[in-house]
C-alpha cells in the first residue's frame, strides 16, 4: 500500500469519528451507498437473488464499523469454544489479497496467496479452512475435503449474503459505530440496527459491554523471539535492562496492540503500519531498537521473508480473546436446535 493511500485512509478514519466537514462533504454518497446496500438485502430477502444453504449449520462472524474489530482472535475463541462443546468446525474465508478462486489454507502456507488472517487461524488451531471469493463455493470444498466437519464459521461475512447462515455475530469495539454514517461518510458498511443473534464489543478491561452484548477481552501471553528456535519471555519482563522498545502493528486498529503493550508496563515508540501490510520494504531495518513488538498476524507474513525472520530483535505478542457471560452455551443452544446432515 503506499504511503499516499495509506494517508489518505487516516485521514478519513479521523473523519468519520465526528460529523465536522469531511464527513458532512461525503454524506450524499453515503445515501447513495446506503439505497445500494438496502437494494441488495432486499433482492435476497424477496427472493430475486437466492442465499444457498450448506448441507452443515453456518455461523457467519463480521461487523458493520469498517476495519479491525478483533474478528480474528474471536474466531480462534470460538474455534476453540465449539471443539469444547463436542463439534468439529471448519472455517470459510475470503482472504484478504488471496490470489485463487479456493484453496485450502495449510500451516505452511504463504499468506500472499490465502491471506494472513486465514493463515493466522490454521497456525493458532489447526482447523480446516478454504479461502475463496466465492463463499458457498469455498464451503462445499470445505465439506467435500472434510466431511467430519459438522458446522462452519464464514470469518468476515456478514455482508456475503449469498450464503445462508444460522447464527449472525456481529463485533465492535470500544470506537462504538463512529459518527454512525454509512461509507464513505462514516465507517459503517451497513446501519448498526441491522439484525443479528449475538453481539459482542471488544473492550479494554474495566469496561462494560452495553446492552445485551457480549464483552470480549483480549490478553497477550508470553512473547516468542521470532527467529529460531522461538525463545519466550513474560511480555513484562521485555523491558528490563533498560532496553529501547519499539512495537509495530499493520492491523485494522493498531492503537489496540499498542495499549495491550502499555497495560503490560512496557515504554515503547509506536509504528503504526498499513492495516495488511505485505513487509516488502523491511521497516525494521533502520530501526534504533534493542526489542522490536509486532502481532502475530505480522508473524505470519514476516516468517516469509529472509532478512526479517532472523533478525533476533523481533518477538511476537500472542493475543487470546476471553469472552464474559455464557456466549459459548448460547450458541451450542441455537446450533442443537438445527440439524447438523
Known sequence: ???????????????????????????????????????????????????????????????????????????????????AAGFTPGVVSRGYGGEQDVAEVKPGSVAARVGDEPLLIVQRTGVPLVVGRRRVQAGHALLAAHPEVDVVISDDGLQH???????????????GNGNGWLLPAGPLREPASRRRDFSVVNLAAGSAAPGHAFAMRLEAGEAVQLAPPGAQRPLAAMGEGGLRIAALAGIGNPGRFFATLRGAGLAFSEHPLPDHYDFAGNPFAGLAADVILITEKDAVKCRAIEAIRNDPRIWVVPVSARIEGALAEQIVEKLRERPTA
Open 161 to 175: 449474503y449469498a450464503l445462508a447462515r444460522d447464527i449472525e455475530i456481529v463485533l465492535s469495539d470500544a470506537r
Open 1 to 83: 500500500m503506499s504511503d499516499r493511500k495509506h494517508n489518505a485512509e487516516a485521514v478519513l478514519t479521523r473523519a468519520w469519528q465526528s460529523r465536522g466537514p469531511l464527513a458532512c462533504l461525503l454524506w450524499p454518497l453515503s445515501l447513495l451507498f446506503g439505497a445500494l446496500a438496502a437494494l441488495r438485502r432486499a433482492l435476497f430477502a424477496l427472493g430475486f437473488k437466492r442465499a444457498e444453504r450448506l448441507p452443515r449449520p453456518v455461523i457467519v462472524v463480521g461487523n458493520v464499523f469498517v476495519g479491525g474489530t478483533g474478528k480474528t482472535p474471536f474466531s480462534i475463541w470460538l474455534i476453540e469454544a465449539l471443539r
